[in-house]
């Protein structure tokens, strides 16, 4: 039988104390900056390629902007990514995205993807959930149709837009259904 005294006790924290301090929290890290930078190189590179997607920003309640997604899989995939939340072009929040998915898979993929949140409902569902899955809810616009994209017709028909463009890779199709979004602190 052991017997706790003080002296144990404190040794156990001070060696314990190092490991602690490893477990950051990210407040005070340059990663909010990093995912700031790349979503401002999306959306500028998103905008010169289709240009009718600034009309759509405009109109829109709020857009979580996703640079980079990593999507890799063999029978079983998965994959992640980290973005912003923007409301009237300033960052309020930041998500990581997840997804997994089975069946007949095989290869890897990047791609960015922007979702536009076209109804105050829409975007305060988004915001107020623990973990918001995009759903039957969600019209996608891939990029050979992102020149085609007009904010007047899509508005009243869907409360959420999602564009997927920059996709580089060989995994067959890219869906956001599934895809899990976190709030994170980075």
Same mark, same amino acid.
């Given at each position: 039988?052991?017997?706790?005294?003080?002296?144990?006790?404190?040794?156990?924290?001070?060696?314990?104390?190092?490991?602690? !301090? !490893?477990?950051?929290?990210?407040?005070?890290?340059?990663?909010?900056? $990093?995912?700031?930078?790349?979503?401002?190189?999306?959306?500028?590179?998103? %905008?010169?390629?289709?240009?009718?997607?600034?009309?759509? !920003?405009?109109?829109?309640?709020?857009?979580?902007?996703?640079?980079?997604?990593?999507?890799?899989?063999?029978?079983?995939? =998965?994959?992640?990514?980290? =973005?912003?939340?923007?409301?009237?072009?300033? $960052?309020?929040? %930041? %998500?990581?995205?997840?997804?997994?998915?089975? &069946?007949?898979?095989? &290869?890897?993929?990047?791609?960015?993807?922007?979702?536009?949140?076209?109804?105050?409902?829409?975007?305060?569902?988004?915001?107020?959930?623990?973990?918001?899955?995009?759903?039957?809810?969600?019209? %996608?616009?891939?990029?050979?149709?992102?020149?085609?994209?007009?904010?007047?017709?899509? $508005?009243?028909?869907?409360?959420?837009?999602?564009?997927?463009?920059?996709?580089?890779?060989?995994?067959? &199709?890219?869906?956001?259904?599934?895809?899990?979004?976190?709030?994170?602190?980075?």
């Amino acid at each position: 039988m052991s017997i706790l005294t003080r002296r144990n006790f404190t040794l156990g924290l001070m060696a314990g104390t190092p490991l602690l !301090a !490893a477990c950051g929290n990210g407040v005070g890290s340059s990663g909010a900056a $990093t995912i700031d930078a790349r979503v401002d190189a999306t959306l500028s590179q998103m %905008y010169s390629r289709y240009p009718n997607t600034r009309d759509l !920003a405009d109109k829109a309640n709020g857009m979580l902007v996703m640079p980079v997604v990593t999507e890799a899989g063999f029978l079983v995939g =998965g994959g992640f990514g980290r =973005g912003a939340l923007r409301i009237n072009n300033v $960052t309020v929040d %930041y %998500y990581s995205a997840t997804k997994g998915s089975v &069946g007949l898979q095989i &290869g890897a993929q990047q791609f960015a993807h922007v979702l536009f949140f076209m109804t105050p409902d829409a975007l305060e569902k988004f915001r107020r959930s623990s973990g918001w899955a995009a759903g039957a809810d969600v019209e %996608y616009v891939f990029n050979d149709r992102g020149e085609n994209l007009r904010a007047e017709t899509t $508005t009243s028909s869907s409360p959420v837009i999602a564009v997927i463009f920059g996709q580089a890779g060989a995994l067959a &199709g890219v869906s956001l259904e599934g895809m899990k979004y976190t709030r994170i602190i980075p």
